[in-house]
């Protein structure tokens, strides 16, 4: 890449292995941009720039100045799940802790896994890990409780129809809800799930 100067600069990445990549850019405000990927993915980046000299003849050289050894620093995890007792204890501390009890408890009797996030706790089919049926955070957004809730993986992993689950949950949503309302929400998972995990 160049910068507006004309001087070429390139970017290698060292996880797990090596990628070099070149081409043209406006400006070298490459400490911004660098930590994106870093901060996002936890891949640490290493910037090297070079200078460009035309010799007349044979068309540019480029060149590196080596000032000190590459070294990557150690990058500190911002996607850090915690321990699920540590989050129920967080929720607990912002006055939710019963409701998400509750929530742990309605999983465990239906063969939802509780998967420890950084602020919430997503409930995932035993099947698909990765896969959100509905999230629960614990710190509260102005008195409410946050929740996501998708009826179509509901539908896609439990012997239910998208619209028996659509029926019971809503559409696929961000809800911020009082305590009775996150209570009534888990009353229509037990009503539509338990009967859906004993088929």
């Known amino acids: 890449m160049r910068n507006e100067a004309g001087q070429r600069f390139s970017i290698r990445s060292s996880v797990r292995f ?4 070149s081409g043209r850019v406006a400006s070298l405000g490459l400490s911004e941009w660098r930590k994106y990927p870093t901060r996002k993915f936890d891949v640490p980046l290493t910037i090297v720039s070079f200078d ?5 003849k044979h068309g540019h050289v480029m060149a590196r100045e ?6 990557v620093a150690a990058v500190p995890s911002v996607r850090q799940s915690q321990s699920l007792d540590t989050l ?5 501390n912002n006055g939710i802790g019963s409701i998400m009890n509750e929530f742990i408890a309605h999983a465990n009797r239906v063969g939802v896994y509780p998967r420890a996030w950084k602020h919430c706790i997503m409930f995932a089919p035993m099947a698909n890990r990765t896969k959100a ?4 955070w614990v710190l509260p957004r102005d008195g409410k409780i946050m929740v996501y809730i998708d009826p179509f993986n509901i539908a896609e992993y439990f012997p239910v129809t998208e619209a028996e689950a659509k029926k019971a949950v809503g559409n696929d949503a961000h809800l911020f ?5 996150a209570r ?12 859906a995990a004993d088929a």
Do not use: H
Not at 66 to 71: G, S
Not at 88 to 92: D, E, K, S
Not at 133 to 136: A, G
Not at 184 to 195: D, F, G, S
């Open 18 to 21: 090596s990628s070099l990549w």
């Open 52 to 56: 460009v000299f035309a010799d007349g």
């Open 66 to 71: 080596i000032t000190e050894a590459d070294t």
């Open 88 to 92: 129920v204890r967080t929720a607990v």
């Open 133 to 136: 049926l509905w999230t629960v």
């Open 177 to 181: 809800l009082s305590d009775r309302e």
């Open 184 to 195: 009534a929400l888990l009353k229509r998972l037990e009503e539509l799930l338990p009967a």
